[in-house]
């Protein structure tokens, strides 16, 4: 009885330890992902996207029945009842497509935690897949392919399993990408040893569309490639999100991380070019390197404006164009966003957020040169040339009449462009507002609305201290402000996309030789006696060794040796990875009873007219997919033979997952929302004018 009380005791105890360990400790460190069971924000935003994934496929499978039963059925009054299931069908479909947008919108888990400073950026999701078992499709190549006990490699296979599930939850930093980048290079390591020209392996990889849900098989490994790649990118930009924008290092680690992710994408864009999944389309792909070149952007912005603008003239003219150039590129992205097919897939809540980022900015960039104009006046002691070629640089076009020395030396003149400005300030910000006021995602992101109200009433603060009731009738229109940049977001293909890996299975002999493409004899034991210390062959070539200048009346040739053949062991050594020189080694003592060695020949290979299943098996055309990959939908975890599935031996792998001082009166910041009144304790002051303190004399922005 005690000892049944103190297993309970025990038991409890191990419950209680496991829980604080995956509540508190979500990020344990390990080398193989998180872990499946840490309940981060991001962890259930990725169940929930599974769960999706599988009521979508079941609607689908359901549609398709239909789509057949309407097809080969005459009577009518079973037409009329599919038609009606169908209909609701298709609806429930639209819901669910619905709330996976509603997934994809949910940007706030993936920000800074400790951030209430900065507008919110945009993460990719994973894209989810369904679980692969290697186990009994590879064992049976090796028996069959390399006529090796395939039992033998169970480990192996456990490992690249292992591997393989461990990449459905990275830990979200560069661990998770190294990750991703170790399973990534050893892809090309598996296709060559058990993924043939001529034969299939019967292995499906089914991965599902992050913007659709819908799900995509192939049997061959270009879809677990490129959706690796998509996924690595999707990881380095939740770092980006989720990097402290209020330092300069987070900043960095921000920019660099959106430019990885936009060369990754930019490769896959490049290498993988008939990806069947619509979110690996080259148009979508383009799209998205425009958004996280976008943010990257953004972020070099912030990382100018972070330790304060100079209320100085020529500083002005620097961040309005710089806020322009970020105007710039979001509204590039808004533009392919609304191209079709494109704005039939993105979440509306994607489109609507460079919307406002575009008129956001671009109305920064109108508030920094009429301060710029407003604020400063020319005076003798200033350089008029280099004023002069600073704003004729600003603008593209100048008010008919007008040239920059005018508007500099005029004081009238100069105000009156300085107000045209603050007031397509506040028309911007005003349409910015209307914008965001539109999408119901955006509508739970009260920082974001916080910033934007903030900028609005600046520049209404702005238009009023320069106001006055004799001018109301001035209608003079500001110019266009020219975009430019010091430090321009450029892609970035980071070194780890492919990192030097092992071969899990290198027990077979060297790639270049014993791969899927090669066909073997089985290994063949022949008996070498020497005659006078001669074996009646040479030997040459790498590892393998291969037999040449074979004696066609030596006993090796008599026993069934060929020249050409390839020489695997020697006695009980397995000689698949030795030189000349040991194999040699190993020959130049055998006496009179002579030795046993295995030899394979290389064999014509034929193609396999039995391959009934298609590489590429799924279409799609606008918003829903109307035909789909008929193999993946028949196929399920849940209905294949369980005697296949593999007990592997190893544990599996279950990981981590677990400023400023205030400016003075000459430097100005960017906006911001602090909704807790109080900032974190290494920001004291606020650098940004809050909502409550719009009129701030000590910074502009």
């Known amino acids: 009885m005690f000892s049944s009380y103190a297993k309970c005791v025990s038991t409890h105890y191990i419950l209680i330890s496991y829980f604080l360990l995956t509540r508190f400790f979500p990020c344990i460190s390990s080398s193989q992902g998180c872990n499946p069971f ?99 499709p590879f064992k049976d190549f090796i028996l069959d392919h390399y006529s090796e006990d395939g039992n033998s490699f169970e480990d192996e296979i456990a490992d690249l399993m292992d591997l393989r599930q461990a990449c459905r939850t990275p830990s979200r930093n560069e661990a998770g990408v190294e990750l991703f980048a170790k399973y990534y290079s050893h892809l090309p390591l598996m296709e060559s040893r058990f993924f043939s020209p001529n034969r299939q392996t019967g292995i499906f990889f089914t991965w599902y569309d992050s913007f659709t849900g819908v799900p995509v098989c192939q049997q061959n490994l270009s879809l677990e490639k490129a959706s690796i790649l998509f996924n690595m990118a999707a990881l380095y930009s939740q770092i980006g999100t989720r990097s402290n924008r209020q330092t300069i290092v987070g900043l960095e ?130 350089d008029e040339d280099q004023q002069e070629k600073t704003l004729s640089q600003v603008y593209d076009r100048l008010p008919e009449g007008r040239s920059p020395l005018d508007i500099l030396k005029n004081k009238e003149e100069r105000e009156r462009i300085g107000k045209a400005h603050i007031r397509r300030a506040i028309l911007g910000h005003e349409e910015a507002l209307r914008i965001y006021g539109l999408c119901h995602h955006l509508n739970k992101l009260e920082v974001l609305e916080d910033i934007l109200k903030a900028s609005h009433q600046r520049s209404l603060n702005k238009y009023s201290e320069s106001d006055s009731e004799e001018e109301f009738t001035d209608y003079t229109e500001a110019p266009d402000i020219i975009s430019k940049t010091e430090h321009k977001a450029e892609m970035e293909v980071p070194a780890t996309t492919k990192v030097k890996v092992t071969d899990f299975f290198q027990r077979l002999g060297p790639l270049s030789v014993f791969s899927a493409k090669q066909r073997w004899t089985a290994p063949r034991t022949i008996r070498l006696c020497p005659e006078d210390r001669d074996l009646g062959f040479t030997l040459k070539g790498e590892s ?131 909704h807790s009144g109080a900032l974190p304790w290494n920001k004291p002051c606020p650098t940004f004018p809050s909502s409550s303190s719009y009129n701030n004399d000590s910074s502009l922005y």
């Open 544 to 674: 393998p060794v291969q037999v040449v200048s074979l004696d066609p009346l030596c006993p090796a040739a008599a026993d069934g040796l060929k020249e050409g053949d390839y020489i695997v062991a020697v006695g009980d050594t397995d000689c698949k990875w030795s030189s000349v020189s040991e194999v040699m080694r190993l020959l130049k003592d055998v006496d009179e009873e002579g030795i046993d060695i295995q030899v394979v020949s290389m064999m014509e290979n034929q193609t396999n007219s039995d391959s009934c299943f298609p590489l590429n098996s799924a279409t799609f055309c606008g918003n829903l997919p109307k035909t789909y990959s008929m193999i993946c939908l028949a196929y399920d975890d849940d209905d294949k033979n369980p005697k296949s599935r593999k007990v592997t031996k190893k544990s599996s792998f279950l990981s981590w997952g677990l400023k400023n001082k205030l400016k003075s009166a000459s430097t100005l910041s960017l906006p911001t929302a602090d």
């Open 38 to 136: 840490a309940q981060t924000g991001r962890s259930k935003l990725q169940n929930k996207r599974a769960s999706l994934n599988q009521q979508i496929i079941k609607q689908m499978r359901m549609r398709a029945g239909a789509e057949n039963l309407l097809k080969a059925t005459s009577n009518n009054k079973v037409k009329e009842m599919v038609l009606l299931e169908l209909s609701y069908v298709n609806a429930n479909l639209q819901l669910l497509m619905g709330q996976l947008e509603g997934l994809n919108s949910s940007v706030e888990v993936y920000q800074n935690t400790q951030e209430t400073a900065n507008i919110p950026l945009i993460a990719l999701g994973l894209k989810e897949t369904k679980e692969v078992d290697f186990s009994t």
């Open 253 to 382: 680690e921000a920019i660099s991380s959106f430019q990885k992710a936009a060369g990754i994408l930019n490769h896959l864009k490049e290498t993988f070019t008939h990806t069947p999944s619509y979110d690996m389309s080259p148009a979508m792909l383009s799209m998205l390197i425009r958004m996280m070149l976008a943010q990257a952007q953004e972020c070099l912005f912030e990382k100018t404006a972070l330790p304060g603008i100079r209320n100085q003239f020529y500083s002005l003219m620097k961040m309005a164009q710089e806020a322009a150039k970020v105007s710039e590129t979001y509204d590039q992205v808004h533009q392919s966003m609304i191209q079709t097919p494109i704005k039939d897939n993105v979440p509306l809540f994607w489109s609507t957020m460079s919307q406002v980022k575009t008129n956001h900015y671009r109305s920064m960039a109108h508030y920094f040169v009429a301060s710029a104009l407003l604020d400063h006046q020319l005076g003798p002691s200033d």
